[in-house]
């Protein structure tokens, strides 16, 4: 059945967070997520495909609409458009304190680039670090360009928001775990004795952590630079900065 | 003086590689990128400014010319527009093997985002590795987007563009230096005595490093997933490996 014009204006709505709330939805393009999503546990309420794709027989049970190109393109959040666009309900899930007792758990303050945080998603993933807790100002996981950067990892690592003022403290009086923090000053990571049990919080774009959960973290980290140039960069891309950090954890050396 | 209109078609046609290399002039916008290369050995040939821009004294011996609103949003190649974009000459400068002698060297087969290719470099930046070779069909170092993603470390960092399957034999000729490699397989980062002298290379996006060269590095190495999860993602992105790589290089412990 061909998609109609309310559809295509929903569709459309949902690129915005307030849109993605009231209607508990979200879009997801591309054929290697939808099958990553058919696969999982979320529910896709529909498929818009493009009028010329062949429909591969495991989606008989979905309902599916088709589109003209023109259509395609006017529904796709990428700069080459997809063949096929899933409709997905959100799903709800509740933090429990339980499941962060163990490994590490990652708290990002205020991060406002999708693609950071789509990028941070798929680290995770990649290091086994199943929990993310983002401040209640942070991008939205669902954003489309969240989604699409985590290339599907966003299916295994799970995305809380939180107060984190009142989150991180809850954490550490339940796990009894070391809250960490990475800034431009503090103690050389490669050198530090990392608990393989705890919270890492990293910071905001622009400013890091905020002044306010400065206080409540435990123990300061830094990746130092190993340049000689005294103008080198003042500081790491934060999703750079997850990776080498979320390694460090993860390697499980003593320190250097 | 305003801007004429065969300077707008000029900046506009250094968008493209082509131009680029036709005129041997690129382009650069943004305070803080101007002014780095203002500090650095690159020679700006002139300045276009927002009329509105008040011009620090600093900028008297350059060349400026004016340009409305509206010229200046045709200019940027960036979604929230300069207000001053600087016309830079390419530099020339020719590969010294006597500089790949000692510490790490990077080299690129094939890369093609630009901005996977500008947080490599300021990956490098941070890490203290003063030379990228990239394989000659690699993005172009000075495409906007490269430019930008740098934050200024393109000028504390040298990219050339070299034939691999030349420069690899020939650096380990007259280095004698191991030249690693990424791989999806291989030995374990994290249990390897990384070399302080070596050349290491990543390979494309899609596709890795080319089979070609993977007959030519000494040793393959690869990061591990710490995932619990079978369906983790199949790979790092390529900066994401390159960040972990060059911190395991140069955080200089042993293995684990």
Known sequence: MEISKSKISLINSLSIGKYRKVHSLFVAEGEKIVSEILQSKLRIKYLI????YKIPDLLQYIEIFSADNNTMKKLSNLKTQS???AVVETPK???DYSNLLNGLTLCLDDIQDPGNLG????????FGIENIICSENSVDLYNPKVIQATMGAFLRVNVFYKNLSEFIPEYKKITKNVCYGTFLKGK???KENLAEQAL???GNEGNGISKSLEKIIDSKLFIPSFSKNEKHSE???ISMAAAITCSEFCRKSGPV
Do not use: F, M, P
């Not at 495909?49 to 010329?52: A, L, Q, V």
């Not at 990028?119 to 990649?126: E, G, H, L, N």
């Open 83 to 85: 063949q096929i666009i």
């Open 235 to 237: 500081s790491l891309n």
């Open 49 to 52: 495909c493009d009028k010329n």
């Open 119 to 126: 990028t941070i998603i798929r680290i995770c993933d990649w």
């Open 93 to 95: 899930y509740e933090l």
């Open 200 to 202: 890492i919080v990293l």
């Open 188 to 190: 050389d990571i490669y």
